[in-house]
């Protein structure tokens, strides 16, 4: 059975993963080097970064991985990583994920679009904080789960649920102010 | 708009503006690869003596997604193969025919088998003796009833649909037999007097010995219920 199954599989099957290091290394290599500026720390990053990617690779097609969905993905990954390197190294704690209004947060979850406001919740989605603009991907571009987004962004997965609730809260309430103007 | 519908519309839409940001995005814009003047960077030895190790573990998980997803395909090419096949298999005759006999022999054999109890007995230790050890070609036991005081085994032949019951009866209160208007022979079994009545082809052999009755009836040829009767040990 293994055999037959060898013989169905070209080489093109299992090189997802080769192509995406081939094609994304010089952009990890990038964003790595930006935050920790130090080469050899960089490409600890860089292997750290891919480890974590092996662990959502079911999540990229075969044909996305010149997507800019595939890249951002990337980058997040990269960029999250790097961060946590250097915190690390630096002796820096982790800090302390303050959710305000964090109840009334729950019941946020009917977030309503139309189509006649989409152009300005693309304006609100540039203007939300880093973190909240990768949870948001991380959540529903990418469809992660709470583990591996917390594998992603080094926090717990409790911390990710609120995150996420903060960022569709502001999201909402950028919206409404738009809405007044 | 119904909530549920108006809910989905809404996560479609923020997914889609999610995607679209990502074009003015400035991490997109600043690592993109017009950017990127050709000065890239060469990654030591070690790194990639490390990188060797995480495309291993890399291929390990992409051949179990890989091999995961082949298993599926197979699993369902068997069921649909299996689909048809029960389909062609039903529906044609020149199949179905040879397929149910197969799995009528095996019935019979487990039939067989179900009343056969241990130590091949067909009946109680009581009844030993009065069991036929003859038995024609292509005849099996299908089905045995035992009393205090009596017994019967039917038998049957799948192959041209014939039956026969052999009786026993230890205490018989009457020595009648029922002639059916058909011919009527005397024979000797063993010293025993035997009444064989025919009739199309039919045929009972009827044998007393005191008051114990020994009784075949059923489509078997002559020859065989004779010979079924001469082969009980206890009259031998």
Redesign the interface.
Known sequence: MIILLNMIDSEEDLSKFHRLYNRYKNTMYSVAYDICKNRQDAEDIVEESLIKMIGILYKIAEDEIHTARCKNLIITVTKNAAIDFVRKRENEPIPFECVDGYQESRNVEDLYIDTENYQELIACISQLDEKYKDILRLKILYELNSKEIASILNISEINVNMRFMRAKKLLKEKLKERGRQ | MSEDL??K???S?????????????E??LR?SEDN?DGN??V??Q??EE??KK??K???K???K???RQ?YWQLAAGIIIFLCVSAFTVTNVEAFRIPVIRFFKEIQEKSTLLGVVGEENQVVSEQFQQYVPTYVPDNYVIVKVQENKEEFYIKYENSKNNSAYIYYYWDKMNTTEIDTEEGTIQEIDIHGNLAYVVQKENEIKITMNKGRQRFYLNGKVPYEDAVKIIESIEEIK
């Open positions: 108006r809910k519309k809404s996560e839409l923020l997914k889609l503006a999610l995607e679209e940001q990502l074009e003015q995005d991490d997109m690592y990127e890239f960077h990654f030591s070690e790194h490390r990188m995480i495309f573990m890399a291929d998980v992409e051949r997604a890989a091999y082949k």
